[in-house]
C-alpha cells in the first residue's frame, strides 16, 4: 500500500522524471499483471500487453510516445461469446507536474494533444500506468463478434442499418 492507502497500479513502472531524456523502455506485462489488468478492464484476459516507448523531458515534466502492443479477449457486446482483439497502435501520453506543484502565475495552456495528460507530484513517474491507461482507452466498449448477427435475428432485433434514421427515410420514400 502507498502512502495514501491505495494499492499501487497492477502494471507500475516507476522512472524518475529527472532522468527520462531519450529513454527508451520495452515494457512487457506478466501473466500476473496481465490477469490483475483483465480483471480492472473487465475483460475475460488479456495474452499480452507490451509497449516500445522514447521518453523526453518536457517543460513541465515528461513525455512519451510509442507503439502499444495487446492480445485481448473481450465478450461480444451481443452474444457473450470470448472475442478475441489484437491491439497494435501508436500512443502518446504527458506527465505534467501536479497543479499544486506549478508556479502560481505559471499559465497553463490547453490543445487537443493535451487529452493523454496524467498529473504527477515529486520527481516519479509511471510508465506501466500510462501503458495500462493507452490499454484501457484502446478497447472497444461495443466490440461485436462474427455470430452478432445472427445473434440479434434471432432475438428481433434489427441491425443498424435497417433500425437508423436512413432505413426510416427510405421506408418512407417507399410508400
Do not use: W, Y
Amino acid at each position: 500500500m502507498s502512502a495514501a492507502g491505495m494499492a499501487p497500479p497492477e502494471f507500475s513502472r516507476p522512472v524518475d522524471v529527472r532522468q527520462v531524456e531519450g529513454k527508451h523502455m520495452q515494457l512487457t506485462a506478466s501473466p500476473e499483471e496481465c490477469a490483475a489488468l483483465a480483471g480492472r478492464f473487465g475483460l475475460v484476459r488479456i495474452e499480452r500487453l507490451a509497449a516500445e516507448l522514447v521518453l523526453a523531458r518536457s517543460e513541465n515534466g515528461a513525455e512519451g510516445h510509442g507503439q502499444l502492443q495487446a492480445a485481448i479477449v473481450q465478450t461480444c457486446a451481443v452474444s457473450g461469446e470470448d472475442l478475441p482483439v489484437t491491439i497494435d497502435e501508436p500512443i502518446f501520453f504527458r506527465f505534467v507536474a501536479a497543479q499544486g506543484e506549478r508556479a502560481p502565475d505559471e499559465e497553463v495552456e490547453i490543445a487537443l494533444d493535451d487529452c493523454d495528460e496524467i498529473e504527477f507530484s515529486g520527481t516519479m513517474i509511471d510508465i506501466g500506468e500510462a501503458v495500462a491507461q493507452s490499454l484501457a482507452l484502446a478497447i472497444d466498449p461495443f466490440a461485436v463478434g462474427p455470430n452478432a448477427e445472427e445473434v440479434r435475428r434471432k432475438a428481433g432485433l434489427l441491425d443498424e442499418a435497417a433500425a437508423g434514421p436512413f432505413a426510416a427515410l427510405a421506408a418512407l420514400k417507399g410508400k
